[in-house]
């Protein structure tokens, strides 16, 4: 099985950077993905890493350490519309499941 | 537009009684998962299919039940087994068994 363990709040300012960290305990990894959350809606993907190094997507950015067990979430210039909760989740290689971590509320003041 | 359609999304239900939610899929994705979501935890797993008539439990499966006769359908029962069904449930298909998860609007259940 998996045990992620990542942050439970967060608050930061608007325009500024936060990073969101998750770690993780897997006897099979396979992938670990990032999903953005508004509260009372649906996950929407965000990232996606399976080798070791820093994934960039605009704003957004992800690192992974497999060796570590680690990854991190990096959100850049943030905006209001960033507040919300970023989950993290680990693929195992033996059976494919995504197990969730419980999920960071960052919360984005002006 | 291609997506998931869960419904309904507000649903209340007595003790003792089943309920059925929907999950349809445009996607033509093989995968379908249905997730529980409760509040200060992450989304469990309930149950999963890989492919049509075929399906797994998840990490919490006592109390629900589900079928995948078609590819774009993959309903979830909430039995009357289910100790504390009151939950945020998500269902979600995935091109494969490696690729992202598409996630539904998400089904409220509240048990009075």
């Known amino acids: 099985g998996q045990n992620i363990d990542q942050p439970t709040e967060m608050t930061a300012t608007e325009g500024a950077i936060v990073q969101i960290n998750c770690t993780y305990q897997?006897?099979?990894?396979?992938?670990l993905f990032w999903y953005q959350q508004h509260a009372g809606e649906a996950p929407t993907f965000l990232s996606y890493n399976v080798l070791d190094g820093l994934e960039e997507k605009g704003r957004f950015s992800s690192f992974l350490s497999r060796s570590k067990g680690y990854s991190y979430l990096l959100l850049k210039e943030l905006q209001m519309k960033d507040s919300a909760s970023y989950l993290c989740a680990v693929r195992d290689v033996r059976d494919y499941k995504l197990s969730f971590g419980a999920g960071t509320t960052v919360t984005v003041r002006a | 537009d291609g997506g998931i359609t869960q419904s309904p999304k507000y649903l209340f239900r007595k003790e003792g009684q089943n309920v059925t939610l929907s999950c349809e899929q445009n996607l033509n994705h093989d995968a379908m998962y249905w997730y529980r979501q409760d509040p200060g935890q992450g989304l469990r797993l309930i149950y999963y299919?890989?492919?049509?008539?075929?399906?797994q439990k998840g990490d919490i499966a006592e109390g629900y039940s589900v079928s995948r006769e078609k590819k774009e359908s993959f309903p979830l029962t909430v039995t009357s087994a289910q100790k504390n069904p009151t939950a945020f449930y998500l269902c979600?298909?995935?091109?494969?068994?490696?690729?992202?998860?598409?996630f539904g609007e998400g089904s409220r259940l509240t048990v009075l």
């Open positions: 299919s890989q492919i049509v008539n075929d399906f």
């Open positions: 979600a298909s995935s091109a494969g068994r490696a690729g992202e998860l598409f």
């Open positions: 897997t006897s099979g990894f396979n992938g």
